[in-house]
């Protein structure tokens, strides 16, 4: 009633307490974390682009560049391939650079298309760890002359911890293949 002293009644149980458990802080980090997975698989990316130009026609490039057997006599760079290029297939592809040891794995070829394109697609153990799409773009610019354009995008966690010497020396790679292959392409069939 109203004037009484309520001062000898017992307090009621306090209400629920907002705190924070264990399980929910854990739940968080969790979260947080494949966030920033996510976003570093998204935007971690390097490319390597490089062009040549080729007193050949895209047809004689192509026959060069679709000549798997032969990429040892030639190729500084991808020193072989086994297998035909066929979109949907794979291929076992070995490259070497001076700066760094062989390493084979197997792309997927995404297109295969005379006289036009070769794309694939690779990976460095297991899928966006550290990915490749590889691709040759054979554009005629003029009778007989073809525009090689030779590019490469890394995605996936480790691209942004790759060291810069491996991108340099990989475009220096890049760039002894094109220059190989120009020289092929243009020596009398």
Same mark, same amino acid.
């Given at each position: 009633?109203?004037?009484?002293?309520?001062?000898?009644?017992?307090?009621?149980?306090?209400?629920?307490?907002?705190?924070?458990?264990?399980?929910?802080?854990?739940?968080?980090?969790?979260?947080?974390?494949?966030?920033?997975?996510?976003?570093?698989?998204?935007?971690?990316?390097?490319?390597?682009?490089?062009? %040549?130009?080729?007193? #050949?026609? @895209?047809? =004689?490039?192509? /026959?060069?560049?679709?000549?798997?057997?032969?990429? $040892?006599?030639?190729?500084?760079?991808?020193?072989?391939?086994?297998?035909?290029?066929?979109?949907?297939?794979?291929?076992?592809?070995?490259?070497?650079?001076?700066?760094?040891?062989?390493?084979?794995?197997?792309? %997927?070829?995404?297109? #295969?298309? @005379?006289? =036009?394109?070769? /794309?694939?697609?690779?990976?460095?153990?297991?899928? $966006?760890?550290?990915?490749?799409?590889?691709?040759?773009?054979?554009?005629?610019?003029?009778?007989?002359?073809?525009?090689?354009?030779?590019?490469?995008?890394?995605?996936?966690?480790?691209?942004?911890?790759?060291?810069?010497?491996?991108? #340099?020396?990989?475009?220096?790679?890049?760039?002894?293949?094109?220059?190989?292959?120009?020289?092929?392409?243009?020596?009398?069939?």
């Amino acid at each position: 009633m109203l004037g009484e002293d309520d001062s000898h009644r017992p307090k009621p149980p306090p209400g629920p307490r907002r705190r924070i458990s264990v399980g929910a802080i854990g739940f968080l980090v969790v979260v947080g974390a494949l966030a920033f997975v996510v976003m570093q698989t998204r935007l971690a990316y390097r490319v390597i682009e490089t062009t %040549v130009d080729i007193d #050949a026609t @895209p047809a =004689r490039v192509w /026959r060069v560049l679709s000549d798997t057997a032969r990429y $040892g006599d030639w190729n500084p760079f991808i020193r072989s391939v086994v297998g035909e290029f066929e979109a949907g297939k794979s291929v076992k592809v070995t490259i070497a650079s001076p700066d760094f040891d062989a390493m084979s794995f197997e792309p %997927v070829v995404l297109v #295969a298309q @005379p006289e =036009r394109e070769l /794309r694939w697609r690779g990976k460095f153990l297991v899928p $966006g760890l550290f990915d490749g799409e590889h691709v040759f773009i054979l554009e005629e610019f003029a009778p007989s002359k073809t525009r090689l354009h030779h590019a490469e995008k890394f995605t996936g966690l480790m691209v942004a911890f790759g060291p810069d010497s491996l991108f #340099a020396s990989t475009k220096a790679g890049f760039v002894a293949m094109n220059e190989a292959l120009k020289s092929r392409a243009e020596a009398p069939p």
